[in-house]
T-cell receptor
Framework: GQSLEQPSEVTAVEGAIVQINCTYQTSGFYGLSWYQQHDGGAPTFLSYNALDGLEETGRFSSFLSRSDSYGYLLLQELQMKDSASYFCAVRDSGGGATNKLIFGTGTLLAVQP | GAGVSQSPSNKVTEKGKDVELRCDPISGHTALYWYRQSLGQGLEFLIYFQGNSAPDKSGLPSDRFSAERTGGSVSTLTIQRTQQEDSAVYLC?????????FGEGSWLTVV
């Protein structure tokens, strides 16, 4: 089957660093993405990893290890506005016939003053 | 258009009625997705279109759900004989490369 697992909630303080982990199990794999969703809003794209290693975009970084079926999103210098849900997603090649994007269950990040 | 547009933004319907939800993707995006999100939950895949064809409709919960896409652009998700468990936000997204862009969603409440 296809599944992505993330912690349900993470709490951190302003200025800190937080890491949100994602482990996945899919029949095919094109890459790991991360999306942010504020309460009541639409999910927005943060990052994408197709190859192993770390991708950095400003305060956010994302890491992928394909051999471990594992990735994480690293948020640095946390700000109150970073309080949101974060979803990992895998583009599942599913034998090549589909490009279904499967989302994890989401991690609710609460940033405290 | 500038972004993915969905309508209606909010819909309250009586149990047993049919509803149609519309999605207008970003111009030129050939891949289109429908997802469902219940309150506080993750995104549940419903169906994926490439052009006008749907190579993967495995996420449609029952035969009451159907979707079509015409002209490689607008898509309509139809829910027949709505049930209370259908209440959720229905999100449409279109893809360019490895990034998908979501609309604001259609909030459906079945009473």
């Amino acid at each position: 089957g296809q599944s992505l697992e993330q912690p349900s909630e993470v709490t951190a303080v302003e200025g800190a660093i937080v890491q949100i982990n994602c482990t996945y199990q899919t029949s095919g794999f094109y890459g790991l993405s991360w999306y942010q969703q504020h309460d009541g809003g639409a999910p927005t794209f943060l990052s994408y990893n197709a190859l192993d290693g770390l991708e950095e975009t400003g305060r956010f970084s994302s890491f992928l290890s394909r051999s471990d079926s594992y990735g994480y999103l690293l948020l640095q210098e946390l700000q109150m506005k970073d309080s949101a849900s974060y979803f990992c997603a895998v583009r599942d090649s599913g034998g090549g016939a589909t490009n279904k994007l499967i989302f994890g269950t989401g991690t609710l990040l609460a940033v405290q003053p | 258009g500038a972004g993915v547009s969905q309508s209606p933004s909010n819909k309250v319907t009586e149990k047993g009625k049919d509803v149609e939800l519309r999605c207008d993707p970003i111009s030129g995006h050939t891949a289109l997705y429908w997802y469902r999100q219940s309150l506080g939950q993750g995104l549940e895949f419903l169906i994926y279109f490439q052009g006008n064809s749907a190579p993967d409709k495995s996420g449609l919960p029952s035969d009451r759900f159907s979707a079509e896409r015409t002209g490689g652009s607008v898509s309509t998700l139809t829910i027949q004989r709505t049930q209370q468990e259908d209440s959720a936000v229905y999100l449409c997204a279109s893809r360019q490369g490895n990034t998908i862009y979501f609309g604001e969603g259609s909030w459906l409440t079945v009473v």
